[in-house]
């Protein structure tokens, strides 16, 4: 088992930036592909981004390519999304996880977090 916990949320006006953290904890190592989701009020959760074991690549939706950046340090267990240059539309409740492969690209992942809420004021 993995647990993780995000931190860093928070309200932001647009233009401006927000790095989230995402520590892991229990069973953790770096073979794990980790993953950013995010879910708006009344919509699914969708995929932001992912990195792989090694943090040598990464995905990004469309949406947020160019503006997020995802990166990792093993040595910490911990992930990050740099996000910059927000918009409105980027709020939502952000989701790190984990899953056991190193196919980060995709959207079914093993663990979540309990998620944190990032509010982009116009």
């Known amino acids: 088992q993995v647990q993780l916990v995000e931190s860093g949320g928070g309200l932001v006006q647009a233009g401006g930036s927000l790095r989230l953290s995402c520590a892991a904890s229990g069973r953790t190592s770096s073979n794990y592909a980790m993953g950013w989701f995010r879910q708006a009020p009344g919509e699914e959760r969708k995929i932001v981004g992912g990195i792989s074991w090694s943090g040598g690549s990464t995905y990004y939706t469309n949406s947020v390519k160019g503006r997020f950046t995802i990166s990792r340090d093993n040595a910490k267990n911990t992930v990050y999304l740099q996000m910059n240059s927000l918009k409105p539309e980027d709020t939502a409740v952000y989701y790190c996880?984990?899953?056991?492969?190193?196919?980060?690209?995709?959207?079914?992942?093993?663990?979540w977090g309990q998620g944190t809420q990032v509010t982009v004021s116009s």
């Open positions: 996880a984990a899953r056991r492969d190193n196919s980060y690209y995709r959207g079914d992942y093993d663990y």
